[in-house]
């Protein structure tokens, strides 16, 4: 009987992981799977370790809105993506004022806001960055949303 109790506690525990890991994927990417488990098999273990390292040191040192005020960088969630050596890393952090990026020079408000970037490392390389769904950290711009720039665009 405790054998069986056991195995339906762990079984109970390993589902609310995977549900938690996808919950986690809706919420802050909207793209692919994305777990808080580390991707299983071989040596994409060690492939998704190197990545996420990658991932972490890129946003310290290179994403300009961590890098202008951010501080308390925390690793969320992660996954393999449908490439070979492709991974996507959800990271979130806290910044001293509104706004995204380089805000040198400009009239800040002075409050703690949380962000959430999701970055992309495809072969050992940041190949994709982006804050709060509205900032892209590679190319420094706001994204505009489909529909909202003029027609064309």
């Not at 793209?31 to 060690?46: I, K, L, M, T, Y």
Request: aromatic share 8%; proline share 6%; glycine share 12%.
């Amino acid at each position: 009987m405790g054998k069986k109790i056991l195995a339906i506690a762990v079984g109970v525990i390993v589902a609310f992981s995977l549900v938690g890991g996808q919950f986690l994927a809706l919420l802050f990417s909207g793209n692919a799977p994305v777990s808080s488990a580390p991707h299983q098999g071989g040596e994409g273990d060690a492939g998704i370790k190197i990545a996420r390292e990658i991932a972490q040191e890129w946003v310290k040192t290179s994403a300009p809105t961590y890098l202008f005020d951010g501080y308390n960088l925390t690793h969320e969630a992660e996954g393999p993506l449908p490439c070979p050596d492709c991974y996507e890393f959800v990271f979130s952090f806290d910044s001293r004022n509104a706004g995204f990026g380089n805000r040198e020079g400009e009239v800040l408000a002075t409050v703690i806001t949380p962000h959430v970037t999701v970055v992309t490392v495809q072969n050992g390389k940041v190949t994709d960055a982006v804050t709060d769904r509205v900032y892209d950290e590679l190319r420094n711009e706001v994204l505009i949303p489909a529909g909202v720039g003029p027609q064309g665009e």
